[in-house]
């Protein structure tokens, strides 16, 4: 009797906290790496964001001192050091050859878009709507590599 009853139990019970144990530890396993994942998507978005509005308001500065000479020598070492953790983060949580060539493409004409801005200090702004389209679409690049991060994010 014992052999019938009791033996089988103990075996199914064994194999219930085998099964159990190790469908726990693999359900713990996959939500760390779901949630390591997941910050690692949100630190990358937010390093996109932060690019975006400090490009777009640097550009909004450029904009309103057009017509003014104005050294830029203090605000874009300012904006640069403002860019220098968000793009570190875009380039080191970069996963995919789409997102590292994203991030590529943000640092690329983020010194482009500084650059031009330099020049501006250097130059009358004589012939405005070459140089303003020039910007523009240097910022309008950054940006729209920061929203292909966000959505491939």
Same mark, same amino acid.
């Given at each position: 009797? =014992?052999?019938?009853?009791?033996? @089988?139990?103990?075996?199914?019970?064994?194999?219930?906290?085998?099964?159990?144990?190790?469908?726990?530890?693999?359900?713990?396993?996959?939500?760390?790496?779901?949630?390591?994942?997941?910050?690692?998507?949100?630190?990358?978005?937010?390093?996109?964001?932060?690019?975006?509005?400090?490009?777009?308001?640097?550009?909004?500065?450029?904009?309103?001192? =057009?017509?003014? @000479?104005?050294? =830029?020598?203090?605000?874009?070492?300012?904006?640069?050091?403002?860019? *220098?953790? @968000?793009?570190?983060?875009?380039? *080191?949580?970069?996963?995919?050859?789409?997102?590292? #060539?994203?991030?590529?493409?943000?640092?690329?004409?983020?010194?482009?878009?500084?650059?031009?801005?330099?020049?501006?200090?250097?130059?009358?702004?004589?012939?405005?709507?070459?140089?303003?389209?020039?910007?523009?679409?240097?910022?309008?690049?950054?940006?729209?590599? #920061?929203?292909?991060?966000?959505?491939?994010?």
């Amino acid at each position: 009797m =014992w052999r019938q009853v009791a033996l @089988p139990v103990i075996l199914l019970g064994v194999s219930w906290f085998a099964v159990s144990g190790s469908t726990n530890y693999y359900l713990m396993w996959l939500d760390a790496s779901y949630q390591r994942s997941f910050n690692e998507n949100i630190a990358s978005m937010h390093a996109a964001s932060l690019v975006q509005r400090e490009i777009w308001r640097l550009h909004a500065e450029a904009i309103a001192h =057009w017509q003014h @000479p104005v050294d =830029w020598t203090d605000r874009l070492a300012a904006f640069d050091s403002l860019m *220098q953790a @968000p793009l570190r983060i875009l380039q *080191q949580r970069a996963d995919s050859q789409e997102e590292v #060539a994203a991030a590529k493409t943000i640092a690329r004409q983020t010194a482009k878009y500084q650059d031009a801005v330099q020049a501006l200090s250097a130059q009358a702004a004589a012939d405005g709507s070459a140089q303003q389209e020039q910007l523009f679409e240097l910022a309008a690049s950054v940006s729209k590599a #920061a929203d292909q991060i966000r959505q491939i994010n």
